[in-house]
């Protein structure tokens, strides 16, 4: 059974730190490929960050030199280390991986608000 465990989402100031964790479990984990989405109210959901298996990253514009995302094989966890946080940044934020078989799986979402 395939599970998606995220972590870290909280409150905080503009100008603020977040570090986001996916933990995974039930994939062959360092051949996975992974992202993290966020979906804010009224708004369309966004690809924030992405890692392929070989650790080749891709970030949105509205992010880049802000967010780093990261994974640890030995953990099975996926990280999204977000600096400089905006208002603009608040919403939940999912992390997805596209498993070895392309099946796609989804964690529960982690709400992140930043504050004026």
């Known amino acids: 059974q395939v599970q998606l465990v995220e972590s870290g989402g909280g409150s905080v100031q503009a100008g603020g730190s977040l570090r986001l964790s996916c933990g995974v479990s039930?994939?062959?984990?360092?051949?996975?490929?992974m992202d993290w989405y966020r979906q804010a109210p009224g708004r369309e959901t966004e690809l924030v960050a992405g890692?392929?298996?070989?650790?080749?990253?891709a970030y949105a514009d509205s992010v880049k030199g802000r967010f780093t995302i990261s994974r640890d094989n030995v953990e099975n966890t996926m990280y999204l280390q977000m600096n400089t946080l905006k208002p603009e940044d608040t919403a939940v934020y999912y992390c997805?991986?596209?498993?070895?078989?392309?099946?796609?799986?989804w964690g529960q979402g982690t709400q992140v608000t930043v504050s004026s």
């Open positions: 890692i392929t298996n070989e650790d080749r990253t």
């Open positions: 997805h991986v596209k498993a070895p078989d392309d099946r796609n799986y």
């Open positions: 039930g994939i062959i984990f360092m051949r996975a490929i």
